[in-house]
T-cell receptor, first 117, second 108 residues
Framework: DADVTQTPRNRITKTGKRIMLECSQTKGHDRMYWYRQDPGLGLRLIYYSFDVKDINKGEISDGYSVSRQAQAKFSLSLESAIPNQTALYFC????????????????FGPGTRLTVL | SQQGEEDPQALSIQEGENATMNCSYKTSINNLQWYRQNSGRGLVHLILIRSNEREKHSGRLRVTLDTSKKSSSLLITASRAADTASYFCATSGNMLTFGGGTRLMVKP
């Protein structure tokens, strides 16, 4: 079984709809992340969480919100989807580092391909 | 904005040749990581090099880090068709920041 799972794997929706992407992990990691990848580009960080009570904005948080329901679950919501949010979305996890601003190896889910019409 | 920038953006080589990809970054880092992504899939971690290390090996992979030049290179030796993928560097500072990637094609 995969260590980091994402649901749904594909989603097509319309402008203005609310969408939730879910991520679950069995690695026991405290840190979880949501990234967005646009075609031909690298990943950009949307939100990250160092533990259940900690939520931080990343590089491109506008238009997105997150919820850390448990250590193993981190969901990403698009409150009112717009076409330029069409992208591939990845969840990732990592072990806690000894320092806040140092990051260990990240483990990625398979991604959710979201299309907003 | 992306901290790391890979060069070249695309690379095509024959099986058996070596592939070298470079990454430049702008600010100080704790470590630098390289990831691989097969088309449309999640990223897979390849190697992590800390800011006080200069070179690291893992199988056919060799990574160097020059903090004075703020640059790193990933060398894949004796490439195989299965190495075809995109390769990303990621710098660990306030966040883990990914570059735009190098698309590597290894022709059989």
């Amino acid at each position: 079984d995969a260590d980091v799972t994402q649901t749904p794997r594909n989603r097509i929706t319309k402008t203005g709809k609310r969408i939730m992407l879910e991520c679950s992990q069995t690695k026991g990691h405290d840190r979880m992340y949501w990234y967005r990848q646009d075609p031909g580009l690298g990943l950009r960080l949307i939100y990250y969480s160092f533990d259940v009570k900690d939520i931080n904005k990343g590089e491109i948080s506008d238009g997105y919100s997150v919820s850390r329901q448990a250590q193993a679950k981190f969901s990403l919501s698009l409150e009112s989807a717009i076409p330029n949010q069409t992208a591939l979305y990845f969840c990732a996890t990592s072990e806690t580092s000894g320092r806040s601003f140092s990051y260990n190896e990240q483990f990625f889910g398979p991604g959710t391909r979201l299309t907003v019409l | 904005s992306q901290q790391g920038e890979e060069d070249p953006q695309a690379l095509s080589i024959q099986e058996g040749e070596n592939a070298t990809m470079n990454c430049s970054y702008k600010t100080s880092i704790n470590n630098l990581q390289w990831y691989r992504q097969n088309s449309g899939r999640g990223l897979v971690h390849l190697i992590l090099i800390r800011s006080n290390e200069r070179e690291k090996h893992s199988g056919r992979l060799r990574v160097t880090l020059d903090t004075s030049k703020k640059s790193s290179s990933l060398l894949i030796t004796a490439s195989r068709a299965a190495d075809t993928a995109s390769y990303f560097c990621a710098t660990s500072g306030n966040m883990l920041t990914f570059g735009g990637g190098t698309r590597l094609m290894v022709k059989p």
